[in-house]
């Protein structure tokens, strides 16, 4: 049976490989991602299942299901595609982090003086393998919003616990390892937003520090309007025109703290992707994308009841895409490193049928399935 299977997978393969990374010539020796919610594959999760088990009153973040094995969509995201697209095998941090330094016992969370504080001890295992920080509810600087509050680790912190990892091991950065930083949404989203410089500055500090260490190869993405996601149309116009002035402005500052950086960091492969000329895209035309809705969720926020066509909606809640609008978002981000890897002018990619979408979540979902097996 597991021949059997093994000839479907390179049959199945043979028929991705045009839409994935050999069609790219791209050779990332591992994967790095930081972020938030939009990035985060099972960490949030991780910690609040861990917390529930001591305090059942603690809610588990996302309810999976609806939510898919920890994502906060329905299937997998748009970093989940990307990785599998350059054959890299990512896991969570929480899936390595230890109890305490020099222990042998795997434990999302430890007990410091101030509380419980999600664990940032790898003993190197972060080093030499493909680990994604990303959490959801975290923003830029040192911890996040929500449920957990403080508990969260922002975007300088997950970096941070990878940086001391490196320092603890006595080792540098992959130098030929991708970086990913997509992170600010949450910070915007929050009662009372920060100035755009404040949150570019946390992501310039953030690049910084992975670069001192040796890291040279980073995407970064920037914002799409949050005021046009289900959350921000669910207010007045006054706020959610004031959301857009902000994503405005983020990327403003973004776009030009990277050519500042691209310019003084000597080696550095600085890649952007342009979130927001892509979101707008498929909200002013849904139908090319294989959407027929673009400003309601799939996902009944009343009933926790999913629509029964997911795959026409773009979002799954008031602000994270489905599975189907992440598989978008991660073309996105594999054109835009193919563009990169020839020297080629940065473009938003053509839309992806709904075909060639189907065969990258069959793939991916096939590759998961045969790890199980094997």
């Known amino acids: 049976m597991k021949n059997a299977i093994t000839a479907f997978g390179f049959s199945l393969l043979s028929f991705v490989f045009p839409l994935s990374v050999r069609a790219y010539d791209l050779d990332f020796s591992n994967l790095y991602v930081f972020g938030d919610s939009l990035s985060d594959s099972g960490n949030a999760f991780n910690i609040s299942k861990a ?148 949150v570019v500055g946390n992501i310039e500090t953030a690049l910084n520090s992975l670069y001192n260490f040796g890291a040279r190869n980073f995407l970064v993405l920037n914002l799409p309007d949050l005021g046009k996601i289900p959350q921000s149309l669910s207010l007045d116009s006054v706020l959610s025109t004031g959301l857009t002035d902000l994503t405005e402005q983020h990327n403003s500052v973004l776009d030009s703290s990277l050519n500042v950086l691209s310019q003084s960091l000597p080696d550095i492969n600085l890649i952007s992707v342009d979130q927001y000329d892509l979101f707008d895209q498929i909200l002013a035309n849904p139908g090319n994308f294989g959407f027929s809705n673009v400003t309601e969720t799939c996902l009944d926020q009343a009933t926790f009841i999913a629509c029964s066509n997911p795959d026409e909606f773009f979002f799954w809640d008031p602000s994270h895409p489905t599975t189907a609008g992440h598989q978008i978002l991660a073309e996105s981000a594999l054109a835009t490193l193919k563009s990169q890897d020839k020297d080629e002018s940065k473009s938003v990619p053509e839309p992806v049928s709904s075909a060639s979408l189907g065969v990258i979540g069959l793939a991916w979902l096939f590759r998961k399935q045969l790890k199980k097996s094997c």
Request: charged share 15%; aromatic share 12%; glycine share 8%.
């Open 51 to 198: 917390a529930n088990r001591v305090d059942p009153t603690i809610p588990i973040i996302p309810q999976s299901p609806p939510y898919f094995e920890g994502r906060f969509s329905n299937g997998p995201i748009w970093v989940d595609y990307l990785a599998d697209s350059l054959e890299i095998d990512l896991k969570p941090s929480t899936d390595l982090s230890l109890v305490s330094p020099d222990s042998p016992i795997l434990a999302p969370f430890t007990i410091t003086p101030d509380g419980p504080r999600v664990s940032f001890f790898f003993n190197g295992a972060t080093t030499n393998q493909s680990v994604n920080f990303a959490f959801g509810g975290a923003e830029t600087g040192f911890s996040g919003i929500g449920e957990f509050g403080e508990f969260l680790p922002g975007l300088l912190t997950q970096v941070a616990g990878f940086t001391n990892d490196l320092i603890v091991s006595d080792q540098m950065a992959d130098p030929n390892a991708l970086y990913i930083l997509w992170s600010g949404a949450t910070d915007y989203l929050n009662i009372d937003p920060p100035n755009p410089t404040q």
